[in-house]
């Protein structure tokens, strides 16, 4: 009987995709991550669940590399005039990575299952990610920095639900005790604490001038607080809608613009990028900027000294570093990277 250990994270989508597991007929065990202080209703939860399901659960305490590799990095972003997406980078390194060589290596699993919607699937000969049959619930844009190498380890058990109540109800059918958990949105380490807040324990205040056609039209508390393409909380009667056009942290500045200067019809991306598909196998490639986005067409994908220049087919808005830059050919994940600040 193969061996497979389902990431419970004390919510339903994981709790279904242990099930199905189960019903496969894999010797199932549970793991569950303890990331930060302040996540015992969601431990226990998942305990619960693990005695429901009658598997074999473990309690993986990995709070010390979460706070190195997570957390560190989102405030270092910040820090740096960036808008980082902490989910993408924790799958990278942690779900899919330290999670999976725990599972495979101390626990001798073949594979680890996830209650993300998203499917595995073979394009042009090589093993990608593939939309799922949710669409409104799709992950895989936050899968894009998954190594590929990883991939034949890795199970998506909810990829072929067509919606979160069908999910809900299988649930509710077996007795699970999740049915009615709240589904969160947030970044989980927040702790439902707003992002300001947070920035503002560890990052305290930093005042610096607002800049508006080369003259100081006001003060921010702080460039970390703010995002490439916010209008919101600006507070200047300048009598025109005004957006953050640049962050520039070596000044400790925020430059303003209309709305017009946001629009670009390409965009830098930092490093390698993360592929499932070669680069010269790309036919019709698109690119999603940002969650839940018009994908964009790709016109080509440069080479620029240690940067990527990714020519789009229409001038986009909001194009923001230190998010991701998924890549897709139809349903098909082509891979990922993150967005450079604008060169």
Known sequence: MRRVVVA???????AVAGLLCKKAGFEVLGVTLYLFNGQEETLQRAEEIAKVLNIEHHLLDIREQFREEIIKYFLKSYQAGLTPNPCAICNRKIKFDLLLKFARERLGAELLATGHYVSLDSYQGYLTLRTPQNKKKDQSYFLALVKAEHLPFLMFPLGNFSSKEEVRALAHLEKLPVTEAKESQDICFLKGQ?????LKEYLGEQEGEIIYQGRVVGKHRGFFYYTIGQRKGLNLPLGKKLYITKIDPKENRILLGEKEELERDYLYVEGELNLFIPLKNWMKPSAQIRYRTEKVVVEDVIKEGNLFKVK???????VTPGQICAFYEEEFLLGGAIIAPHQ
């Open 8 to 14: 419970l994270s004390g919510g339903v989508d994981s």
């Open 194 to 198: 707003a992002l300001e807040e947070f």
């Open 312 to 318: 789009l087919g229409k001038k986009v808005r909001g």
